[in-house]
C-alpha cells in the first residue's frame, strides 16, 4: 500500500529520528539535522513492515468514518446523539461555541460545587488534538470538538480539568483525584483518544457543507 506522501521534517533541536502515519496517510519522518538523506531512506527502509500496517489501520478507520458520515446526511452529532441540520448555520462557528459553551458552564459549576475546586475562567478554542487544558493561573480551556462527545466524556474531560486546578500535572494523586469523581475514567480516556478523529472528521465534513451551501 503506497502513502499520499512522504514528508521529512529536519530539526536543529532534535538529536533523535522517528516515523509517524497521519489520518491522511501522509508518512512524516522527524529528524534532527545530523541525519544524512541515506540514513533517513534506510530508517524508512528498515520501518517498511511497520509503516504498511499502520497505512492499512489509517485506512480502515478512514473508510469506517466516511461510513458513519454517509449513514447521516444532513445530521449534525451533539453530544453523542444525531439531530437535523435543519436551522443550523454552517457558516459560523457561533452556533456550535454558544451551545457548548453554555453546557459547560452548567456542568462545570456542578463538578466545581461536588470538588470544590474553581476555574478563574472558561473558553472554547478550535483545538484539533487536545480536548482540554488548565492554565497555571487555573483558566480552563476546551476544544469545540466537545460538541460532539457524549455527556460522560465530556463529564470525563471537566473532571480531568477541574483536577488540575489542585495538581498542575498528572501524579498519583491527580489520578486518585479524578478516580474519586470518575470512576471508569480510564474507559472514558480510551474512548475519548478513539473518537477525537471522528470528532476532527466531523468538524471537517460540516466546514465542506457551509463551503457548498454559500
Not at 4 to 10: A, D, L, Q, V
Not at 105 to 127: A, T, V
Not at 178 to 192: E, M, N, Q
Request: glycine share 2%.
Amino acid at each position: 500500500m503506497q502513502p499520499n506522501s512522504i514528508k521529512i521534517n529536519k530539526s536543529r533541536k532534535s538529536r533523535s529520528i522517528r516515523i509517524r502515519v497521519d489520518e491522511e496517510l501522509n508518512v512524516l519522518i522527524y529528524a534532527g539535522k545530523g541525519f544524512s538523506d541515506s540514513y533517513i531512506q534506510a530508517f524508512i527502509n528498515k520501518n517498511e513492515q511497520w509503516i504498511q500496517k499502520q497505512l492499512k489501520k489509517q485506512s480502515k478507520s478512514k473508510a469506517e468514518i466516511q461510513n458513519i458520515l454517509d449513514a447521516h446526511p444532513n445530521q449534525i452529532l451533539q453530544f453523542g446523539k444525531w439531530k437535523s441540520l435543519e436551522g443550523i448555520d454552517l457558516k459560523t462557528n457561533t452556533f456550535l461555541k454558544k451551545i457548548l459553551l453554555e453546557t459547560l458552564q452548567l456542568r462545570i459549576s456542578y463538578f466545581s460545587e461536588l470538588m470544590e475546586l474553581y476555574p478563574k475562567k472558561i473558553s472554547i478554542r478550535l483545538n484539533r488534538s487536545v480536548l482540554g487544558s488548565c492554565s497555571y493561573d487555573n483558566k480552563l480551556s476546551f476544544s469545540l470538538l466537545l460538541y460532539f462527545a457524549s455527556f460522560d466524556l465530556l463529564d470525563y474531560v471537566i473532571i480531568h480539568e477541574l483536577a488540575h486546578i489542585k495538581h498542575k500535572n498528572h501524579s498519583t494523586r491527580f489520578w486518585n483525584l479524578v478516580s474519586k469523581f470518575c470512576p471508569d475514567y480510564k474507559d472514558k480516556r480510551t474512548i475519548l483518544h478513539q473518537e477525537t478523529r471522528l470528532y476532527r472528521a466531523l468538524y471537517d465534513h460540516l466546514l465542506k457543507q457551509a463551503k457548498s451551501s454559500i
